[in-house]
């Protein structure tokens, strides 16, 4: 009988860079992680608390003087230290001698292909992570690990419809104008990313299709970087919105993508561990974490009920 071999394609010891193979899984499921490492905005990070500065203009208006004054007193912009935490993600998976050498019809070498699982896990849990984390700092007394800001969490505009005096947790179009005019007020224009879930997204379908809309101006969708997108016109700006099902129900994110980094102090790898009997195991990792570089630049509208 003919021996069945198979080819290992690691080297022990040896560190696989995974994140190529990351960015291309499952673009349409994880739409945040690809859009943003889509733009190659993707940056070293040289410490596990990740920092960066808002600057703010100075908001006097000019001082007039007459003919021939001294010069006045000095002004400066003012500066704000923003930061987040790098939090560690792993993925293991281990597969026996025997389960390996079969190559199952279909599957072929199954501990590649549970590899290939583990990183399609990894990107959509990073996409939960940057949208729906909240910073939480490593305790070495306890098992509580690192943990990032995600955006809902960075944004500094924020609308709370359960504190409505009317039409309690009823998203209107109204709601969605005074974040964005928030988001104008604060110096930002252009084009924005709007992430909410299924019910949400039907609930603004449903405001768009409305005959009394005015403000609002359906454009026919595109994809961006294979993400399917909506694109709205609106007073103080054009919506993009994006169907994401990692976003939290009730809420919805509004952000510049523009200034949007994913930070890693170590890119997605894959690494062999050591083996003490028949199998084969290793692990794929990641330590990364997210920036806003202007929190004026994003906003969201929270306890959405219909």
């Not at 690691?10 to 960015?23: N, P, T």
């Not at 608390?49 to 006097?60: I, S």
């Not at 299924?198 to 409305?210: M, P, T």
């Not at 890119?267 to 794929?284: I, N, Q, R």
Request: proline share 2%; glycine share 8%; with cysteine.
């Amino acid at each position: 009988m003919a021996k069945k071999t198979y080819d290992n394609t690691f080297v022990e010891g040896e560190l696989i860079d995974l994140s190529d193979m990351i960015s291309l899984v499952s673009p349409t499921d994880t739409p945040l992680y690809t859009l943003v490492s889509g733009r190659g905005q993707i940056s070293q990070a040289n410490d596990i608390t990740v920092t960066w500065r808002e600057k703010a203009l100075n908001t006097d208006r000019g001082t007039l003087i007459m003919e021939g004054a001294e010069a006045g007193d000095p002004i400066s912009s003012s500066r704000t230290s923003k930061s987040n935490i790098a939090q560690i993600m792993e993925k293991v998976t281990s597969v026996s001698g025997t389960v390996r050498a079969l190559a199952a019809q279909g599957v072929g070498d199954e501990f590649m292909q549970e590899i290939e699982d583990r990183m399609v896990e990894m990107k959509r849990d990073a996409e939960w992570y940057f949208l729906n984390g909240t910073k939480t700092l490593e305790d070495e007394g306890t098992s509580t690990p690192r943990q990032m800001d995600g955006l809902l969490n960075l944004v500094a505009n924020a609308k709370d419809l359960s504190g409505k005096t009317s039409n309690i947790g009823v998203l209107e179009e109204n709601d969605m104008l005074d974040v964005m005019q928030n988001i104008w007020d604060a110096g930002a224009q252009g084009e924005y990313f709007c992430f909410l879930n299924a019910g949400e997204k039907r609930i603004v379908n449903d405001i768009l299709k409305s005959g009394s809309n005015t403000r609002l101006i359906v454009e026919e969708g595109d994809n961006v970087m294979g993400v399917k997108v909506s694109a709205v016109d609106s007073d103080f700006g054009t919506i993009n919105f994006v169907l994401d099902r990692h976003m939290a129900s009730g809420q919805m994110l509004f952000a510049d993508l523009d200034l949007v980094e994913i930070a890693e102090v170590r890119s997605p790898f894959y690494e062999d561990l050591a083996k003490t009997g028949d199998y084969s195991k290793g692990h794929v990792v990641v330590e990364n974490t997210i920036k806003l570089l202007n929190s004026q630049a994003g906003g969201k509208i929270i306890g959405i009920n219909e």
